[in-house]
């Protein structure tokens, strides 16, 4: 199994849209997460991190659920510009444990 | 943020070949590094733990005969993917630890193995 698991998408939005969409972690000793974005054959970037409590930065609002090991952005309002992969990932230790991704497609 | 940069960016060579990859943390000491490996559509794996003047830590099915880790200073490592075969084509990228468990990565390097 794998430890980060995400919906691949592909999520399709006009732009002004809400998309929102999550993942969930196997390892419960994980202690936290990150939204990354990584847009085509480029390396990941830091979007933001997962508090429990959620948390806002702009657009974007991050949820973390520990009893249910899941974990959710969501992009409101959303730009041409959104059009990425937003990988999950879970830390643990040093260690980051990556999902594989969800695509993000904003049209005009 | 911190500045990691790789080279090369991108890589073609015949299968049996040995390929060298770079990683430099250019505004920081690194005295961690790690390398990931992503194929086509897949999430980024860890493939070996990096410490400057030790030995490199792989992660479980990483051949580290194969994918050869070198941290001789406090901002290079590299690795020397040796023997290259078409299946060992992907994108590599490493990443360096700044401050408390916060990486930043390289650009990546996309090996293609002929």
């Known amino acids: 199994r794998k430890e980060v698991e995400q919906d691949p998408g592909p999520f399709n939005v006009p732009e002004g849209a809400t998309v929102a969409f999550n993942c969930t972690y196997s390892n419960s000793a994980s202690q936290s997460f990150f939204w990354y974005r990584q847009d085509c054959r480029k390396e990941p970037k830091l979007l933001m991190s997962v508090y429990s409590s959620g948390n806002e930065d702009g657009r974007f609002t991050a949820q973390l659920n520990r009893a249910s090991q899941y974990i959710s952005l969501l992009i409101r309002d959303s730009k041409l510009s959104d059009s990425a992969t937003y990988l999950c990932?879970?830390?643990?230790?040093?260690?980051?444990?990556f999902g594989a991704g969800t695509t993000v497609t904003v049209r005009a | 943020g911190a500045v990691v940069s790789q080279h090369p960016s991108r890589v073609i060579c015949k299968s049996g070949t040995s390929v060298k990859i770079e990683c430099r943390s250019l505004?920081?000491?690194?005295?961690?590094m790690f390398w990931y490996r992503q194929f086509p559509k897949q999430s980024l794996m860890l493939m070996a733990t990096s410490n400057e003047g030790s030995k490199a830590t792989y992660e479980q099915g990483v051949e580290k005969d194969k994918f050869l880790i070198n941290h001789a200073s406090l901002t290079l490592s590299t690795l020397t993917v040796t023997s290259a075969h078409p299946e060992d084509s992907s994108f590599y990228i490493c990443?360096?630890?700044?401050?408390?468990?916060?990486?930043?990565f390289g650009p990546g390097t996309r090996l293609t193995v002929l």
């Open positions: 505004d920081f000491q690194a005295t961690t």
């Open positions: 990932v879970a830390r643990n230790d040093y260690k980051l444990s």
């Open positions: 990443s360096g630890l700044a401050g408390p468990n916060e990486q930043f």
